[in-house]
């Protein structure tokens, strides 16, 4: 089993930042991959921004340039660092883990994009 604890989620107006952060405890095994998944209001999650086990990274072209995900292996931390913030970029913002064909999930953290 893994828990995901995250924090940093927030209102913020458009063209702010703000950063996120994850931690991931209990049986942690490599590699693996961590990431950030969102879900905005009516639609399906989808993902934002993951970065695997060695460094290398994958990000939703609508987040691209503006979004940089970045992780520390030894502490089991992944971070989401949001500039250009937009309000298309409101949603719930959920870390995930993934090693295989399991995945866990976070509880989640309301980001809020609005004047």
């Known amino acids: 089993q893994v828990q995901l604890v995250e924090s940093g989620g927030g209102l913020v107006q458009p063209g702010g930042s703000l950063r996120l952060s994850c931690t991931a405890s209990?049986?942690?095994?490599?590699?693996?991959?961590m990431g950030w998944y969102r879900q905005a209001p009516g639609k399906q999650r989808e993902l934002a921004a993951a970065?695997?086990?060695?460094?290398?990274?994958n990000y939703a072209d609508s987040v691209k340039g503006r979004f940089t995900i970045s992780r520390d292996t030894a502490r089991n931390t992944v971070d989401l660092q949001m500039n250009s913030l937009k309000p298309e970029d409101t949603a719930i913002y959920y870390c995930?883990?993934?090693?295989?064909?399991?995945?866990?999930w976070g509880q989640g953290t309301q980001v809020t994009v609005s004047a």
């Open positions: 209990g049986i942690i095994s490599s590699p693996n991959a």
């Open positions: 970065v695997n086990h060695f460094g290398g990274t």
């Open positions: 995930n883990y993934r090693r295989f064909t399991s995945s866990y």
